[in-house]
């Protein structure tokens, strides 16, 4: 395992943070400002320390505001220690404080304070200025951690902060190696002879060199040409390390910086993101329905629109669900974090936590959108993809676009995917659709209604033909989609499936009334009429009813299996057929197989007679013919 640690310093202008730099690793950041003649270099305002126990850690040096914003927000999926650094001759400064908010908004658990200076103030000042910088840590993560005064220019504490750095270090969490890699670009820049080469922190996964690779949102395939770590060729990077990568076969100004560079086919794009904002305590400034603000996730920054769904308005201190719609695209997972920041004038106000990294549009004050939040925010992760699965579940996505949204590895999504079908939370369709129950449970609701309305409204008909179903209910699945998930809806028992026509499992055909008359005179009509009925729309006109209600009887009477349509023209009533299938039987039974002429003088018909019935008969699989001749297919033998 290799526990790779970035250590993110914060602090006003002027504190001395790139002296301190120095001081611990020896490094002078400033001087990384020119690119280097040969190789491939890491970005201005990275470093790196060598810590005791064999650790070396990367040091993100943010010298001024703006830059903090810009160069922090780069690696924050990456940050493990937070390192404050306060001057002692001035203490605790505006900047200080927005840099301590959006360190908390970015989620970081571990940190540290460097009071610089310290030659410049003496004993009894910097006494009352370590008790005044732990008061304003209080309620803070920064609450309790280490104050260590030290000196750049004399060297003074240096050793205590290395040791404290150290000790933070060992008890970071081991980073994920087995997820796909992602690394957010912060900087794009050509080298004569390699190419154009990427820098910014790998924060999840590795990257050896070889691998394909996507570049995000654009969908750009490359390969990985080289790496370097440190200034130090390597054949792959692990996460928490700051990397250049050198990528073949792409210009320069196709990416930028924003953009993810990750393994092949692992995200997707997005223009919106499900998220729960909080706003920062210090800020006097209000978020309301409908504001524009500035996005800043990974090292993309992005205006966005927000969409309140629980409240109306959020002020300094309070959080809520909230949908951000973006003016761009951008590639992002679940649990990553964010920053935003007001329109104009440019301040931090907020940031939070993505909860859905590509959701539908939701209704603001819905109650099912608001317990789904809570849900994506507090449940486990296998609640979590099933109510992924669930939202998405009427779009049919397939299961691996689900993956790509949420930071787990393959091994443990497919395992929570086989638990939530052992117990039926999900439905596997195909090895690529999975459906949620809810959604199966919600066309069944439908499927009821529709089939309640047609059977009031049409008795005599058996129900509605499944694909018309299909197309009402489920527009966007292709047929055998489409067959499997109204099949699923059968097996929750309220609706059935004979012959591809669907009806409520205990339904009928009846027919009452008028009706029942003239479904009782068709019927005799065909009977009566035995091998050598009148063409169909003849029989059915001989009737002298209303067409469409005739048409409704016989189609009953097809549907109830009272009535065989050999084709077009002609039918004949089930028990007319049934004595047809007798005497080929017999006839077949007793000379090895029957020819047409041999049926026609059976039933004492006409060749016209005969022969659509033998067809049929064929069609069936109650015969087959050979040569001129007949034997018996399945369903007779």
Known sequence: MNNNIIIGTAGHVDHGKTSLIKALTGIETDRLREEKKRGITIELGFAYIDLPQGLRAGIIDVPGHEKFIKNMLAGAGGIDIAMLIIAADEGVMPQTEEHLEILSLLDIKKGVIALTKTDMVDEEWLEMMK?????????????????????????????????????????CEPKNETIPFRIPVDRVFSVDGFGTVITGTLIEGVVKEGDTVTIYPDKIETKVRGIQVHSQPVKQAYPGQRVAVNLAGVHKSELERGDIIAAQDSMDTSMMLDALLKVTADTERHIKNGSRLHFYHGSR??????????????????????????????????????????????????????????????KRFDEAVINDMKAKETGT????????????????????????????????????????????????????????????????????????????????QAGIRRDEIASKLIRNADANLANAILAEVCHLGDVKTV??????????????????????KLEKAYIDAGFTPDATDAMMASLKAKPNEVKEVYNSLIKGKKLVRIDATLTLHISVFEKALGMINEQINKDGKITLAQFRDLIGTSRKYAMPVLEYCDNAGYTKKIDDYRVKGPKLG
Do not use: W
């Open 301 to 362: 920054e992005i205006l966005c629109k927000t969409i309140l769904l629980d409240k109306d308005e959020l002020i300094k201190g309070e959080q809520a669900y909230a949908q951000l719609r973006l003016e761009e695209n951008v590639s992002l997972k679940a649990g990553d974090r964010f920053v935003v920041r007001f329109y104009s004038p440019l301040e931090t106000v907020g940031g939070g936590v993505i909860l859905d990294a590509n959701p539908k549009k939701h």
């Open 131 to 171: 008790e005044e910088i732990a008061e304003k840590m209080n309620g803070t993560f920064m609450e309790g951690v280490k104050i260590i005064p030290v000196s750049s220019y004399t060297g003074d504490g240096i050793p205590e902060l290395q040791e404290e750095l150290a000790k933070l270090a060992n008890e």
């Open 499 to 520: 012959d591809g026509i669907m009806s409520l499992k205990d339904f009928e055909p009846k027919a009452e009334g008028g009706n029942k008359a003239l479904m009782d």
């Open 381 to 460: 992760m296998q609640n979590k993809i099933a109510l992924s699965i669930k939202e998405h579940s009427k779009q049919f996505l397939p299961i691996d676009d689900i993956k790509k949204r949420i930071a787990i590895t393959d091994e443990e999504f497919n395992k929570k995917i086989e638990n939530l079908v052992k117990y039926k939370e999900i439905i596997k369709l195909t090895p690529k659709i999975y459906l949620h129950k809810d959604y199966i449970a919600e066309l069944n609701g439908k499927c009821l209604m529709m089939l309640k309305e047609h059977h009031k409204n049409f008795p005599l």
